[in-house]
C-alpha cells in the first residue's frame, strides 16, 4: 500500500463512520465493484478505527469529563447538596447506566447473530437495500416533530431502544449513527441530546472491536508504520472534522442531505452490479 493510498482510505473511514451514511456499506460496495481495489488488511482496518475512536472521543471530551466524574465518591457535604449541580450529576450517572445497558444489549445480539451478520457481507444487493433503508429513516427524522427530550429527562426505555437499534445497525448498510440518532429523535430527544448518546455510544462498541483485533497491530513490520501511521492520522483528523460537520448542521439543515446520498449509492451499486 501506498501513502497515498493509507491516506485516502483513511479520509474515507474518517468521513463515513461519524457521518449517517454507512461505512460498513462502503467496505462492501468499493471493493465488489472495484476489481483492482484490494483490502489492506486486519491491522490497517484497526488503526483506521483507532483514528475515529480518538477523534469522537476529542471531539465528546467535555460530556466524556463530565459522566467520568459524576462516578467519583462525593468528597464532602457539599457534594450532597441538593442544587443544579446535583440534579446534573444524577443526570450523568443515569446516562452512564443507559449506556452500559445499550452497549449490553448490542454486545449480547451482535455475538448471538455474528455468523448471520457476517454473511451478509457478501451480499452488494442487501447492503444497497439497507442503504435505502438508512436513507428513508434519516429523511424521516426530519418530518418528525418530537418534545425535544434532554440528557435529564432520558429513561431505560431509552437506553433500551437505541442499544437494540445500534444491535440492528451491525447489519451493513445501516448506519450505526443515522439508525440511533433518527430513533433517538423518533423517541421525541432533542436532535443534539440524540447525536451525542450516540457517539457517547459507539466509543465501547468501537473500542471492543479495536481490542479483539489489536493483536494484529503486534505484527507489523517496522517499515510500514509511516504509512499506517499517516492512515490513522487521516482518519483522525478527518473524522474530527466530519463530527464538526455533522453537529453544525443537525439543528439547521437535518439529515435529508445524507438520505440522499444513501439512496443514490444504494441505487449507483444495484445498477452497476447489474451491468456487470
Not at 121 to 131: G, I, N, Q
Request: aromatic share 8%; glycine share 10%; charged share 15%.
Amino acid at each position: 500500500m501506498t501513502l497515498m493510498e493509507a491516506v485516502i482510505l483513511g479520509i474515507v473511514q474518517g468521513l463515513t463512520e461519524p457521518l449517517p451514511v454507512s461505512s460498513s456499506a462502503h467496505l462492501v460496495i468499493v471493493p465488489a465493484l472495484l476489481p483492482g481495489f484490494r483490502q489492506p488488511g486486519v491491522a490497517f482496518d484497526v488503526l483506521l478505527h483507532l483514528g475515529t475512536l480518538l477523534a469522537v472521543v476529542f471531539f465528546l471530551r467535555r460530556e466524556i469529563g463530565e459522566l467520568l466524574a459524576s462516578l467519583l465518591p462525593a468528597k464532602g457535604p457539599a457534594d450532597h447538596a441538593p442544587g443544579a449541580d446535583a440534579g446534573e450529576k444524577a443526570a450523568n450517572r443515569r446516562t452512564v447506566l443507559w449506556l452500559v445497558i445499550a452497549t449490553f444489549l448490542t454486545g449480547v445480539i451482535g455475538i448471538l447473530f455474528k455468523d448471520r451478520i457476517e454473511s451478509l457481507f457478501e451480499s452488494v444487493e442487501t447492503t444497497a437495500c439497507m442503504l435505502f433503508i438508512t436513507g428513508i429513516l434519516l429523511f424521516l427524522s426530519d418530518r418528525v416533530k418530537t418534545n425535544q427530550r434532554r440528557k435529564g429527562e432520558m429513561n431505560l426505555t431509552d437506553g433500551i431502544v437505541l442499544g437494540l437499534v445500534q444491535a440492528v445497525a451491525l447489519i451493513p448498510g445501516i448506519s450505526r449513527s443515522g439508525s440511533t440518532i433518527t430513533f433517538g429523535i423518533f423517541r421525541g430527544l432533542e436532535r443534539k441530546t440524540s447525536a451525542t448518546f450516540s457517539f457517547l455510544l459507539s466509543i465501547p462498541a468501537i473500542s471492543g472491536a479495536v481490542i479483539l483485533k489489536s493483536a494484529d497491530l503486534l505484527r507489523l513490520p517496522a517499515s510500514d508504520l509511516p504509512t499506517l501511521g499517516a492512515g490513522f492520522l487521516a482518519a483522525a483528523v478527518t473524522g474530527f472534522l466530519s463530527l464538526k460537520l455533522l453537529f453544525a448542521i443537525i439543528n439547521k439543515t437535518g439529515l435529508s442531505l445524507f438520505a440522499y446520498y444513501c439512496w443514490f449509492v444504494g441505487a449507483a451499486a444495484l445498477i452497476i452490479r447489474g451491468m456487470g
